[in-house]
Every structure is written in C-alpha cells, then in structure tokens.
C-alpha cells in the first residue's frame, strides 16, 4: 500500500468531518491541515504540518518534503491550485474529491494533466464531471460509520437513560415487548420531536433552517402547539445571536448545542432537512443509518438516496444558478413541507417503516463496511 496523504481541514465542518472519517478509516499516513481562522483546527493523531486558509507553496513543499505521501486526497480545493502541478512534477498520484456547490468543474479543467483521479461521492456530482470532463471521475458515495450512526446508539440519551419511544409514561423500544404498532399509538398522543441542524458556521439559511422556523409557527396556529416539538441544533457560540431563538412562548422550539455527533439524532423521531443547497448534504445520511425517517428538498444531492416513491421529498418552488459551484440554489416549498410534517405525524406506523427501511439502505449500500475496499483499491492504483 502506498502511503496516502490528504490535504484537508481538521475542524467541525463538513469537509473536517470527512476527513475526520478518512482518517479513521483508512490508512492515512499523514495529512497537510488547513488551519481555518474562524471555524478553528482540531489536533490529530497522525503526522501532519499546517497551511493557512490560503496556503502556499513553501508549506505545501514542508509538508511533502516531511510526510513524504505517495498519493494525496485533496478534498474540495488545494486551496492554491498550483498545488496540482507541484505534486504532479514529484510524481504523487493526485486525487480530487470535490465539492459542487463550492468549486465549479470548470476551475479545475486548466490542471486536468496534473490530476490523476477524480471521486465524486454523490450520482449528481458525477454526472457533472462526466459532461463536462469524461474519462476522469468515478462515482463511489461517501461512506457512513455505521458502527457510530446506528438505532442503537440513539437510544441513549446523554445522561444514560433510553431515548426510546414512550408507552404509558415509560421508556419502551420494540425490543420491550411492545409491538411497533402499539409504540407508535403512543407517539401520537404524546410530544411528537423533530430534529434539524443549522450547520456549522453560519449555514442555517442554507439548511433552510429559516423555513424551518415559518412551518413550526404554521403548525401552531393549526393546533399542533402541544402535539409537537423541535429541537434546532447550532453551535454554543450561535445559540445566543441565533435568528431563530425563540421569542418567549414559542416553547416548542428549542436551539441546542451537540457535544458528540451523534447527539443530534436522539430524543427525536424525524429528522427534517429542507436544505436549499448541499455538496453532500452528510446529515441526511447519518440520520437514515440512525433509523430515523428524513424529510429532505426534493432536488440532487438531497434526493438521491431515497427510493423513487419515497414519500418525504419537499417538492421545490424554484431553482437560481449561482456565480459559484456547479448545483443551483433550491427554494424549497414551505406549504409543502408542512404537508409532509402533518403526513409524518399522522401516520407513525409508516414513519417507523420508513426509519427501518433508511437504516437498511445506507447499512447495505453506503457503509464503511461495504465501500471502503473500494476506495482503497482506487487510491492505491
């Protein structure tokens, strides 16, 4: 195996977190950390050197010159993309993971001779680098730790105690001896939670957390104020000045901070996403490992998880293409998610079907388990 460096951030971001997962996962030798001057670095565990936002040739040349990788995973940006030709010339094989609603293809045609392999993890992302630059890309999707995001380790609740569905006041799970049936004839007549993030770093009016907050007012003013509940959750630096703190009475909304990833998919049982725009969109994907039901935009990559008549898709009112990126920005219909939230409490059985049935496919198809082979057959061609 050739030694396999990755070039990457190290923080709580979306792409810190994939190349937390890489790093876990596979056998990384070492990693050139893009230190990032508001959303911070994280120590890690392998050998590294740093770079700044905009890093330059002097600290990538420390970094190869110290680690000496073989081959290297850029994901998203080189963040300066002489980089690729600097690699090339030391005859590193050079591979790109990017990210489409940030970086257009386009930018990174010029420096296609120096760039080995293309991997895209989502079907969409794909298809845009086909169209536009044949021959380079594979698809393989993004693996999720299953062995971390999984039913099980839901129904823990920080403090220990189960986060199981209630029955007569008690916390219960399929595995008490109460059929699936009876555990969802006591969702409905108790507190029904939601669960949604706003990001990190000031995403929420991407995650669509803003229409989040105008169906949650919708459904009170149509009598759900005592039936249902939704826990928003925002970094402990946000919760203060976040736009969505809720003005006192609005109790069914509450703004949380998560410790531990996984802490964002327990005491609830829907996660709702009606993002406007994702590269990746990497939540939706751990909330189905935990077995939840999602509600997410109808638009790619959102989208392309699900099965074709899945019933939770937020249909989209329009699109707007931007100066940056190669997915649009989605608007989606806030009369149409409500509908979908109403149709998620009204029918708790199916929603317990759904949950089992996301659960299934992101174990059988998109699991570290089942992909990682695959990723390391690639990097180390």
Same mark, same amino acid.
């Given at each position: 195996?050739?030694?396999?460096?990755?070039?990457a951030?190290?923080?709580?971001s979306?792409?810190?977190?994939?190349?937390?997962?890489?790093?876990?996962?596979?056998?990384?030798?070492s990693?050139?950390?893009?230190?990032?001057?508001?959303?911070?670095t994280h120590?890690?565990?392998?050998?590294?050197?740093?770079?700044?936002?905009?890093?330059?040739?002097a %600290?990538?040349?420390?970094?190869? *010159?110290?680690c000496?990788?073989?081959?290297?995973?850029?994901?998203?940006? @080189?963040?300066?993309?002489?980089?690729?030709?600097?690699?090339?010339?030391?005859?590193?094989?050079v591979v790109?993971?990017?990210?489409?609603?940030?970086?257009?293809?386009?930018?990174?045609? @010029?420096y296609?001779?120096?760039i080995?392999l293309?991997?895209?993890?989502?079907?969409?992302?794909?298809?845009?680098?086909?169209?536009?630059?044949?021959?380079?890309?594979?698809h393989?999707?993004?693996?999720?730790?299953?062995?971390?995001?999984n039913? *099980?380790?839901?129904?823990?609740?920080?403090?220990?105690?189960?986060?199981g569905?209630?029955v007569?006041?008690?916390e219960s799970?399929?595995?008490?001896?109460?059929?699936?049936?009876?555990?969802?004839?006591a969702?409905?007549?108790?507190?029904?939670?939601?669960?949604?993030?706003?990001?990190?770093?000031?995403?929420?009016?991407?995650?669509?957390?803003?229409i989040v907050?105008?169906?949650?007012?919708?459904?009170e003013?149509?009598?759900?104020?005592? =039936?249902?509940?939704? !826990?928003?959750?925002? %970094?402990?630096?946000?919760?203060?000045?976040? @736009?969505?703190r809720?003005?006192?009475?609005?109790a069914?909304?509450s703004l949380?901070? /998560?410790?531990?990833?996984?802490? $964002?998919?327990?005491?609830g049982?829907?996660?709702?996403?009606?993002?406007r725009?994702?590269?990746?969109?990497l939540p939706? $994907?751990?909330?189905?490992?935990?077995g939840?039901?999602?509600?997410t935009?109808d638009?790619?990559?959102?989208?392309?998880?699900?099965? =074709? !008549?899945?019933?939770?898709? /937020?249909?989209?009112?329009?699109?707007?293409? $931007?100066?940056?990126?190669?997915?649009?920005?989605?608007?989606?219909?806030?009369?149409?998610?409500? %509908?979908?939230m109403?149709?998620?409490?009204?029918? @708790?059985?199916?929603?317990? %079907?759904i949950?089992?049935?996301?659960?299934?496919?992101?174990r059988?198809?998109f699991?570290?388990d /089942?992909?990682?082979?695959?990723? $390391?057959?690639?990097?180390?061609r």
């Open positions: 195996m050739r030694k396999i460096g990755i070039i951030y190290s923080n709580n979306g792409l810190g977190v994939v190349a937390a997962a890489f790093r876990k996962h596979l056998p990384l030798d990693q050139f950390v893009i230190k990032h001057p508001v959303k911070g120590d890690i565990n392998i050998p590294h050197t740093f770079g700044d936002i905009e890093a330059t040739e %600290q990538l040349i420390e970094y190869l *010159d110290t000496k990788p073989e081959v290297v995973i850029i994901i998203e940006t @080189p963040f300066n993309f002489d980089f690729f030709k600097i690699m090339h010339d030391r005859g590193i094989r790109l993971i990017p990210m489409i609603d940030s970086i257009s293809v386009e930018k990174f045609i @010029p296609e001779k120096y080995d293309v991997i895209n993890f989502t079907k969409v992302g794909q298809e845009i680098y086909e169209k536009h630059w044949q021959g380079k890309g594979i393989i999707p993004y693996p999720i730790d299953t062995k971390y995001f039913p *099980d380790s839901t129904k823990e609740s920080r403090d220990n105690k189960p986060a569905f209630l007569d006041g008690t799970s399929p595995g008490d001896g109460h059929t699936i049936d009876e555990l969802a004839e969702i409905r007549d108790k507190e029904y939670t939601f669960l949604h993030s706003a990001g990190f770093g000031g995403a929420g009016f991407r995650k669509g957390s803003d907050q105008t169906v949650f007012r919708q459904l003013f149509q009598g759900y104020k005592r =039936k249902i509940s939704i !826990n928003i959750y925002c %970094q402990v630096g946000e919760l203060q000045h976040n @736009p969505l809720s003005p006192q009475g609005e069914y909304i949380v901070d /998560v410790p531990e990833a996984i802490d $964002l998919y327990r005491g049982q829907i996660y709702i996403a009606p993002s725009r994702e590269g990746l969109g939706v $994907l751990e909330a189905m490992a935990c939840l039901p999602v509600i935009t638009a790619a990559p959102m989208n392309e998880w699900f099965p =074709k !008549n899945y019933p939770l898709l /937020v249909k989209v009112q329009c699109q707007t293409d $931007l100066p940056y990126g190669d997915v649009p920005m989605y608007t989606p219909s806030a009369y149409d998610l409500m %509908q979908k109403e149709f998620a409490y009204k029918n @708790p059985e199916l929603m317990v %079907q949950g089992e049935e996301n659960c299934s496919i992101i059988d198809n699991s570290w /089942v992909l990682r082979d695959t990723y $390391l057959d690639f990097l180390d």
